[in-house]
């Protein structure tokens, strides 16, 4: 071999190693996650999808991720993240119900694009995740034990995820999320802030709608009375009834603690009583339990009917404990809803749904479990979907629950590492009400201050005109403050999921407030 034959081929090789090299450390071998198509869809922006496994686990770890390039280049320097919460629930969830670019066409498995898909205002990146949800895969045992577990999962995976698609690096991250979300995105947001993460990455803003976020007493059972006096009508609930959750609402200290919440700005903060029902975060998992097993043997009362009903059940409940205003009133409208005399297919997530509503979770787990659906996304072999995974809602619920975020995380986030704070609620969610959102925002302390000084009352719109200003749009959504840094949006017509039954209106909200400019 000559000086020029041994030249190429050590030229050769040196190419080789250069092109693996980066391949395997610039993320520039992202065909294989691209989605050419998807079965019975109409054409979709850029998108890629996949599993990647989590680093420093088990094998068999591995999380699901859908991304979309967005379709407009003037938000090419944004990047929305958004998580379903449950725990459990799949992001695809939020996807195909009004924040993505699909949606499914009626109660059919058809997909239609969805004119006000979040894609028009960035990137945005769907994750399932904890490990286990929706097509992400877990080992067994279960590994995610907790929020700290799931926590760390998610931001190792962050890491590998950015190596695959460094140019989304640089980019105004907004995280995004609803429910359960409230506690997921505060808690992986200062994990990617403290500590001098190497990721350094560009974090912009938080949102948090109908999030779980504050004190679970605040946020539940303290809360229920008054908001049952405010959507009586709605709810179909007689005066007798009232009385009862007013009665128990003073003996149990709620009224005094709601009256301290109503003063803006508050004079200081104030007391939320104890713990009711002694169940925190877990009283999902404590109500499926009481189902199961205390229920079957009648030791308790679990369909109040009556005054003296709901007063027992409050009060001196064998299932919940002391103070039980959440699960009484959701166990009397449950009865009153079967019986005839309440709302029709009652549904605590947004109560003005009736029995004609369309529920999305079943069109889920008929398409996404299709092969060939599964082959598009690059999870073949997945084998039946489904949108919510219980083991996890059962193993998360049942841990020793997480610091609410609204005692240091999400004042730290706001006055020492200066983002965004955006929390929303719809007025039809029952099961996190706004009244609740509302007393934890005024007994939260953050740049200096304690809640808001002024009410939330000042008007916000949707269309083409901003949200905060309104002023050349005629029908109101609904209201709005902001203050140091945080805003609070409530949603006229809407439940649990915002965005599900006011698109249009979500749309409007991320394009002006989180993506559109920092609230002062």
């Known amino acids: ?35 050419h198509s998807l079965p019975g869809s109409p054409s979709l922006p850029t998108s890629w999808a996949g599993r990647l496994p989590v680093p420093g686990t088990q094998t068999g770890n591995d999380l699901f991720f859908w ?4 379709e407009d280049v003037a938000y090419d320097d944004d990047l929305i993240i958004w998580f379903n919460g449950g725990p459990g629930c799949s992001s695809l969830i939020g996807m195909t119900t009004g924040n993505g670019p699909l949606s499914f066409f009626g109660n059919s498995t058809d997909l239609t694009l969805n004119p006000y898909s979040w894609t028009k205002l960035g990137h945005v990146l769907y ?7 929706g097509f992400s895969t877990a080992s067994a045992p279960y590994p995610a034990k907790n929020n700290a577990d799931v926590t760390a999962h998610f931001v190792q995976w962050l890491q590998s995820f950015l190596d695959l698609f460094p140019h989304l690096k640089s980019k105004k991250i907004h995280l995004m999320g609803e429910s359960y979300a409230g506690i997921y995105i505060p808690y992986i947001a200062s994990a990617l802030l403290e500590n001098n993460n190497p990721l350094s990455l560009n974090i912009q803003s938080i949102s948090l709608g109908d999030g779980s976020w ?19 009508h709605q709810l179909k609930i007689p005066k007798s009834i009232l009385s009862a959750f007013t009665a128990a609402d003073n003996i149990c200290g709620f009224t005094d603690t709601l009256k301290k919440a109503q003063e803006y700005p508050p004079r200081s903060k104030f007391h939320v009583p104890g713990n009711p029902e002694n169940m925190n975060y877990r009283r999902d998992l404590s109500r499926h339990r009481r189902d199961l097993i205390t229920a ?49 297919c009652y549904d605590v997530y947004d109560i003005s749904h009736d029995c004609s509503t369309i529920s999305p979770p ?29 083991t996890i809602l059962g193993t998360l619920l049942g841990a020793i629950p997480p610091t609410p975020p609204a005692y240091d995380i999400l004042p730290s986030l706001v006055t020492k590492h200066n983002l965004s704070l955006h929390i929303y609620n719809g007025k039809w969610d029952m099961l996190l009400n706004h009244i609740g959102t509302e007393l934890s925002i005024q ?36 209201v709005w403050t902001a203050e ?12 649990h999921s915002v965005f599900a039954s006011k698109p249009r209106e979500m749309f409007s909200f991320v394009r002006d407030v989180v993506v559109g400019r920092r609230v002062d």
């Open 1 to 35: 071999m000559n000086f020029i034959e041994m030249f190429y081929f050590f030229y050769f090789l040196w190419a080789l190693s250069v092109l693996f090299f980066s391949k395997a450390t610039r993320g520039s071998d992202i065909s294989q996650f691209e989605v």
């Open 214 to 232: 504050g004190n679970a007493a605040a946020m539940a059972d303290v809360a229920m009375g008054t908001y049952l006096h405010t959507q009586a």
């Open 67 to 70: 991304l979309f390039k967005t």
């Open 127 to 133: 994750v399932d995740q904890p490990v286990g949800t």
């Open 296 to 344: 079957g043997d009648g030791s308790c009362n679990i369909s109040p009917n009556n005054a003296s009903g709901i007063h027992d059940s409050i009060l001196n409940s064998t299932c919940y404990g002391p103070c039980a205003t959440f699960s009484t009133a959701m166990d009397y409208l449950t009865t009153t809803s079967a019986a005839g005399t309440g709302p029709p």
């Open 484 to 495: 140091r840094g945080v805003s609070y949006h409530l949603f006229d017509g809407a439940g």
């Open 362 to 390: 079943p069109l889920l787990g008929e398409y996404f479990s299709q092969k060939d659906v599964q082959k598009a996304l690059h999870v073949e072999e997945n084998g039946p979907y489904s949108a919510c995974n219980s």
């Open 443 to 478: 007994n939260m302390t953050w740049r200096g201050g304690q809640g808001f000084v002024e009410r939330p009352q000042r008007p916000f719109f949707a269309g083409n005109a901003a949200p905060v200003n309104g002023s050349s749009c005629s029908a109101g959504t609904g």
